[in-house]
Structures are given as structure tokens and as C-alpha cells.
């Protein structure tokens, strides 16, 4: 019987020894049939094999030599890129920049850009959460309420899953391979914990028995153990490392790609929205702060809780059902009440991030400020609102620290000290109770064999065994205690988690509702007039001119609230050659002209005209206060463009320097050091320099339209003049806001904003004609007018004088001390 059923069920090693021979046979028999081979087919398969390996060589070298060859020209390109601070763009819109890496060598780094599809599949996540997390979008801001405070629930849950599907897009992605590679190395972590246990308890048993050579085998296998588990700690923190930094650079070109871009979320983020405020520290550090804190979740959690399920299976052959029961019992009493007594880290640190940033802004601001402050000497004015900035962040931190503390000390007393003695009075069940987990292997071993163990003997060998099942639930319960403290710390972790996940997910919710243009009006009441939710006019960028027609010109304020309206209804076009100045009082909306035609402030009511800003029949916008923007001097004229932007334009230096030239800087390139010097150029060169770089740029792009927002108040008459003639010489049409008059001997027509009583009426008329020259006169009358005063004024002007003095000279009598006695008497004397 014992035969047939070898037969019937053969054993692995003996299928393994059959597979090995059957295998072993085929090779010599192949072997036996090509040594009986005819010695020509000998020859044909020495031939065939010379010219296989000849082939081989010949392909593999000039593989060699293409890689090498490819490799090269890319290592000059992206030297040449960085140094011309250009990218490379491609046929589908991706960008390859080069950064630069040690030992002058570059690194390529390959951005592909969000696709709008994406943007349309997750704006339901971020702008129409599911109710049930509690965040319903509120319908007078258009994003999910704020009312849900940052903590362990389901609208946390939705937040994060939510950030995961950018930062993890498809089961395919690197970031992907890189939480499997993660897991892996956490389920060996986990076996070689156990491994170490029970070798750790044979190393004690063997040395109770005094069994040398099995002792010696044992160390010299634990230390081999010892540096795979060391290399696997290790290896687990870099794998953790990459994962935080394949989150932070997904995330951070997605919020990018939603923040710069055509739409200028950029700025109707900080000036029209009001959302969220220091975008830069939501960008710059939150984001970062959140990628650890999710990267760090998978070993802080998933190790645990691998860790749990793993060692309790093997307490449970060990311990029994009743060490098992009072092991989870333990740890169910201690969690609870550890989460019924934890604080919320989650809101505490959400308002931390706030006061960082708050405090962050502060000092930016002064920087941004400097001159302006020194000018004022508002250093002390300043002071007060940093050191009460910082008073701010110092009491919440304050506040953060002494909750951390009073939690820590009990949590430290509950998981190092309860659980150890919990420990250690679960692993003495089988010393001092063995019937209980004897009883428990009894029943195990005859389910599976179907007759019980021996009961155990009193011997040597059973102290020894006794010591090593000991030493190995020891330590088993010490890598259980261990697991379940880092499980409850990571709790606290997790509570951490969600405040930085609440406030990248306003960020990214905030920058979706900027794009989309989420704003709707309430339900219960009517909206603010002029709010972003009451925006019903059309901008419209291939028109051949620039147009407005009944459109409101509207400062903005932010969301929710209305804006200020400055005209109720403006009208007016601009043909190519009809040059227009616009002019007017301060605060009549001359500058609000210039943001509404850019599509920075919205149309409110009526239709906005204008050509598409890029392109050489396009428009272009000249800022108030000039911009220099960070690069070589070539960077400073050609911006936006890059140089190799320029070179594929077919422009070189030679014509930079002819537009230099008709702009009065053509020292530059000689007083700097050239084309290729990078300098801080907003504080190298002049205010006047400034302006005139920026008319630089206008002649290298040569737009059909150009906006020039007060471009040469710093520029003296004779150089203004010419600048203006040039731009008009090249076919721009220039549509200029300025207060000086001088400048309408360069325009066709004048649009004169601030009329009226209430100054919020217009008037648009041609230069030279009869209602133009009419105005002009009345305003010489004016003047002359107040010359005839002038005479009275200076006769009154001398009689305050000599009242002044009248008045100066009784003062001074009066105030003067009189001598003393002794310095009289000395005088006489």
C-alpha cells in the first residue's frame, strides 16, 4: 500500500530527478548526434557560426558607435541649451531642458505636458466632491466648503485619493513600479524579522544545550541575516526617498501646468480670486511637506500592519488562541484610547502652514520693497509687523508643542512600557501554563494527522526547547510591540497628513476654479454686482484692431465681493495707423483700459476686441513698471522668447544691436561685458534704461499693436520722441496712456477718460479738429487766467511774509534768557 501510493503521489524530489534526467539524456543524444555528423556539415556549422559571431561584432560595434555618437551630440546640446537658458520643444508639446549635473556635465529631464482631457476628468474631483465626505460645494463660491475641518474623515479621504490620482495617473507609471518595488521590500522586511526571531531563539536554545557547532553555525547564519536586513532598512528609505520626490515632481508640474498658463491663473489667483493667499508656500513647501508625509504612509502603515497580520499567524502556532485573543485585546483597548485622548495635529498643523506662510509673505514683501522702505526710512514701521508676524507662528507653535509633548508622554508610557509587560506576560503562558498552548497543538496536529503529540518530557532537550520557544516569541512580541508603536506614531503622522493634504487640495481646487471659471451666483440671494460670478461679457482675440463696445470699466475686488465701477459704459476702436493716446485724471481707469483688452480684468457686459498676443500680427503690452527678467542681456531684449526662440526667428546679435542702437543703448553690450553676461539687471541698469529696454523689445517683436502704459515717463522729450517716431516707422500702432500733452504731436486720436461730474465720463475724438482745438483753447484760457492772478498772489504772498516775521521776531524777544548777575558783575569787573 505504502508502494502504490509512492507511485500514485511521487514526491517533488523525485520529479525533480526524473525532469533532470530526462533533460540530461536529450543533451547527449544531441551531443551524440553532431559528433556522427559528415564532416562538410561540420564545416557549413563551423561557417555559419564564424559568420553568426562575425555579425554580432560588426552590429554591436556600430551600435556602439551610433550610442557613443548619440550620447555625444546630446552632452554638446544640452551645454549649449544651458547656456543659452533655452529648452528644446517638440512636435506635441513636450519641453526637454537640460539642468546642469557635476563636473560641467548636463542632466535631460523630459516634461510632457497635462493633457486637457486630465484637467476635465479630475475638475469633478477637486470642484464637485461626492456628498456623502461632507464637502458640498457651496453654490456662491463654486469650490467644496470650507467648513470641514482638516482631520481623519471621509473628506480627508476624498482629498487624498483625489491628489493620488495625479500623483499615481496609471497603473503603468513609474510611480507604480516604484509602491510595488515599496511593498516587496516591506513583506521581506517583515520575513526576515521573523526569520531573525526564531534564529535568534535557536542561537539561545543552543547555547542552554551547550550544542557548540550548531551554536557557531547559527551566529555565523544571524550575521549573514544581519546584512541583508541592514541593506534592506536602508534600501526601504531610499525607495521611500524616491517615491516622495515621483509625487513632488508629478504634483508639481501638474499645479504648473494649472498655474502658468495661457489662461494667467498666476495672477488672477493673488489679484481676481483671493482663494488662497502666498501661492508660494502652498507650491514651494505644503507641497513638499505633503509628498513625505504620503510617501512615508506606505512604510509607516503598511509596514505595520504587514508586520501585525504576519506575527500574530505565528504567534498563534506558538501561543494559542488565548495569547492571540488577549494580544489583540491589548492592542484594541490601547488605540482606542489613545485616539479618544490624541489632539487634533491635523487642524494644529494645517494653521501652522498658515502662519508659516504668513510670516514667509512678510519678509518677501520687504524684500520686494526694499528702496522703497529705506526711502521712507520705515525700517522700524516694518519691524512691528515682522516681530508681530512672528509673535503669531510663535504662539501656535507653542500651542503645537505642548499638546505634542503631554500626548507623547503618554503614548510613550502606554506603547514601551504597558505592551512590554503585556508582552512579556503573554510570552510566559507556555512556560507557566503549558496545557494551554499544548492543548492548542494537540488540537492542530490531530486535525492534520489525525493522532496527538506526546506530551512533553521533563529533559534537557525540553528546557532547551522551552528557552528557544521562549526567546523566539520574545521576539516576535518585541518586532509585534515595535509594529504596533509605529503604527499608533503613525496615527499621529496621519492626523499631520491631513493638514497638508487640506491645503494642497485647496490649492489645486482653487487653480481649477481659476481656469474653468467656476464661479456662480447664489441661489438665495441675488449676487454682487460686478463679482466674478456675474461676468456676461465676450473677449474676443483674432479681431484686426482693438474694440470695445459697451463695456464697463470695473476695478475688480476679490471673490466674492463686487468691484468698483469706473466708466458704466466705454466704447471706442482702434485701426491699424490710428494711433491713440489715452489720458486722464489718476483713477479715471486708464491703466483698467489696458488690463481689460489683455483679458486680465474681465469684460463685465459688452464685447472686447483685440489680435492674439503672440505673433508679429498680434498685440503687445508694455507694463507701468518695467520687468527684467532673470538671464544674459540678449534674455533682456528678446523676452519672452528665448535664444532659441531667436535662432529659429533667423534674428542674430548684429540685429540686436541695430535696436539697441535706435533705442539709445547701444553702450550696453560693451559696458556690460557682452551679450552673454547674467547679472542682476534690475538693479544694474537706470530707470530710463529700463523703460528703453522695454522699447527695445517692442521693436525686436515688431507687433501690428502695442499698449505703452506711462513706457517713457522717465525717458527725457528730446529721446521720447524718437523712440515713438521709430515705433511708428517699423508699422506699430501704438496705443499709448499718459498724462503728458507733449505726446499728442506722435497720436492721431486721444481718449480722455474721467469727464463729467461724477469723472466717470469719456471722450473720444480725433487730434487737430475743431472740437479738439476748441478744448485745447479753453484750457490756455484757463491758464491765462490764472497768470493775470499772479501779480496779487505775489503781493499777497510778501505781506504773509512780513506778518511771519513780525510774528518770529516778538517770539524770540521773548524766548531769549536773560544774563545772570555773576556773568554781569564779571563783566564790569
Known amino acids: 500500500m505504502a508502494a502504490q501510493s509512492t507511485l500514485r503521489h511521487p514526491q517533488p524530489t523525485d520529479r525533480f530527478s526524473r525532469l533532470f534526467d530526462r533533460l540530461y539524456e536529450k543533451l547527449i543524444t544531441s551531443v551524440d548526434s553532431w559528433q556522427h555528423r559528415s564532416p562538410r556539415s561540420k564545416r557549413t556549422t563551423r561557417l555559419i557560426a564564424a559568420l553568426a559571431l562575425t555579425l554580432t561584432i560588426i552590429t554591436t560595434s556600430y551600435g556602439g558607435y551610433r550610442y557613443r555618437r548619440r550620447k555625444r551630440k546630446e552632452r554638446e546640446e544640452g551645454r549649449t541649451l544651458v547656456r543659452m537658458n533655452s529648452s528644446k520643444k517638440l512636435d506635441d508639446g513636450t519641453r526637454v531642458i537640460y539642468v546642469p549635473y557635476k563636473d560641467g556635465q548636463t542632466r535631460r529631464v523630459t516634461i510632457h505636458p497635462t493633457k486637457a482631457t486630465t484637467f476635465d476628468a479630475h475638475r469633478r474631483l477637486f470642484l464637485n466632491p461626492p456628498v456623502q465626505t461632507g464637502m458640498v460645494r457651496d453654490p456662491s463660491l463654486g469650490v467644496p466648503s470650507s467648513s470641514i475641518k482638516p482631520g481623519m474623515n471621509l473628506a480627508f479621504l476624498h482629498q487624498y485619493m483625489s491628489l493620488m490620482s495625479i500623483m499615481v495617473p496609471r497603473w503603468r507609471s513609474k510611480e507604480s513600479a516604484l509602491l510595488v518595488m515599496l511593498s516587496v521590500s516591506l513583506i521581506a522586511r517583515t520575513w526576515l524579522s521573523i526569520f531573525t526571531a526564531k ?158 506662510g504668513q510670516f514667509r509673505a512678510l519678509h518677501s514683501r520687504l524684500i520686494a520693497n526694499a528702496e522703497e522702505v529705506a526711502f521712507y526710512a520705515g525700517g522700524p514701521t516694518e519691524k512691528v509687523q515682522l516681530e508681530r508676524g512672528f509673535k503669531e507662528l510663535r504662539t501656535v507653535m507653542q500651542g503645537l508643542y505642548k499638546v505634542r509633548v503631554a500626548y507623547n508622554m503618554l503614548e510613550d508610557f502606554v506603547i514601551k512600557y504597558c505592551w512590554s509587560a503585556s508582552g512579556y506576560l503573554i510570552t510566559s503562558i507556555p512556560v507557566f501554563l503549558p496545557m494551554i498552548t499544548q492543548l492548542a497543538h494537540d488540537r492542530t496536529t490531530a486535525r492534520d494527522t489525525g493522532k496527538a503529540r506526546l506530551p512533553p518530557t521533563t529533559d534537557d532537550s525540553s528546557s532547551s526547547n522551552r528557552m528557544t520557544q521562549f526567546v523566539t516569541n520574545k521576539n516576535i512580541m518585541l518586532n509585534l510591540g515595535d509594529a504596533g508603536s509605529r503604527l499608533m506614531y503613525s496615527m499621529k503622522d496621519l492626523s499631520e497628513l491631513a493638514g497638508y493634504t487640506s491645503r494642497v487640495f485647496t490649492l489645486v481646487s482653487t487653480l481649477h476654479r481659476v481656469n474653468a471659471n467656476a464661479y456662480y451666483k447664489p441661489r438665495n440671494r441675488y449676487p454682487e454686482l460686478y463679482s466674478l460670478a456675474d461676468v456676461d461679457g465676450t473677449l474676443a482675440k483674432s479681431f484686426d484692431g482693438v474694440r470695445l463696445e459697451n463695456v464697463p470699466v470695473v476695478a475688480p475686488a476679490l471673490f466674492p465681493m463686487g468691484g468698483e465701477e469706473l466708466i458704466e459704459s466705454l466704447t471706442f476702436q482702434v485701426k491699424a495707423g490710428d494711433h491713440v493716446l489715452i489720458t486722464g485724471p489718476n483713477g479715471a481707469g486708464k491703466s483698467a483700459v489696458a488690463r481689460i483688452v489683455a483679458g486680465l480684468w474681465p469684460t463685465f457686459r459688452g464685447i472686447t476686441a483685440r489680435p492674439r498676443v503672440t505673433g508679429e500680427d498680434g498685440i503687445m503690452f508694455i507694463p507701468q513698471r518695467p520687468y527684467l527678467t532673470v538671464g544674459t542681456l540678449r534674455d533682456q531684449v528678446i523676452y519672452p522668447h528665448t535664444e532659441m526662440d531667436m535662432q529659429q526667428a533667423d534674428r542674430r546679435d548684429a540685429q540686436l544691436q541695430i535696436i539697441l542702437e535706435q533705442t539709445r543703448l547701444g553702450y550696453l553690450p560693451e559696458r556690460e561685458g557682452g551679450w552673454d553676461t547674467k547679472k542682476t539687471w534690475k538693479d544694474v541698469l537706470s530707470g530710463g534704461e529700463k523703460q528703453r529696454m522695454q522699447i527695445a523689445r517692442l521693436l525686436y517683436h515688431e507687433p501690428r499693436y502695442a499698449f505703452i502704459d506711462e513706457g517713457t515717463s522717465a525717458v527725457s522729450s528730446d529721446v521720447e520722441g524718437l523712440l515713438y517716431e521709430t515705433c511708428k516707422g517699423v508699422g506699430i500702432t501704438l496705443i499709448t496712456i499718459s498724462t503728458r500733452a507733449s505726446l499728442k504731436r506722435y497720436h492721431d486720436f486721444t481718449l480722455t477718460l474721467g469727464l463729467g461730474d461724477d469723472a466717470s465720463g469719456y471722450e473720444f475724438q480725433r487730434i487737430g479738429t475743431q472740437s479738439e482745438r476748441e478744448s485745447v483753447e479753453a484750457e490756455v484760457r484757463e491758464l491765462r487766467d490764472r497768470l493775470a492772478h499772479v501779480e496779487e498772489w505775489k503781493r499777497r504772498r510778501d505781506e504773509i511774509d512780513e506778518e511771519l516775521k513780525q510774528v518770529w521776531t516778538v517770539e524770540k524777544e521773548e524766548e531769549a534768557p536773560e544774563e545772570p548777575e555773576s556773568n554781569a558783575t564779571e563783566g564790569q569787573i
Not at 281 to 293: A, E
Not at 326 to 345: G, S, V
Open 199 to 356: 534564529l535568534e531563539g535557536r542561537i539561545n536554545g543552543d547555547l542552554v544545550a551547550a550544542k557548540g557547532r550548531p551554536f557557531l553555525k547559527s551566529l555565523c547564519l544571524f550575521l549573514g541575516v544581519g546584512i541583508l536586513g541592514a541593506s534592506e532598512n536602508h534600501y526601504i528609505k531610499y525607495l521611500q526617498a524616491k517615491v516622495s520626490i515621483a509625487f513632488r515632481t508629478r504634483l508639481t508640474r501638474y499645479i504648473h501646468d494649472l498655474y502658468v498658463n495661457p489662461s494667467m491663473a498666476y495672477y488672477k489667483l493673488h489679484n481676481l480670486d483671493g482663494g488662497v493667499a502666498h501661492a508660494d508656500q502652498y507650491i514651494t513647501q505644503d507641497v513638499t511637506l505633503f509628498c513625505d508625509q504620503a510617501a512615508s504612509l506606505f512604510s509607516s502603515i503598511g509596514k505595520p500592519l504587514v508586520d501585525l497580520f504576519v506575527l500574530n499567524f505565528q504567534l498563534y502556532h506558538s501561543l494559542g488562541r488565548f495569547g492571540v485573543a488577549a494580544l489583540l485585546t491589548n492592542y484594541f483597548t490601547t488605540a482606542t484610547l489613545l485616539q479618544n485622548m490624541a489632539p487634533p495635529f491635523g487642524r494644529l498643523k494645517a494653521l501652522e502652514g498658515l502662519k508659516e
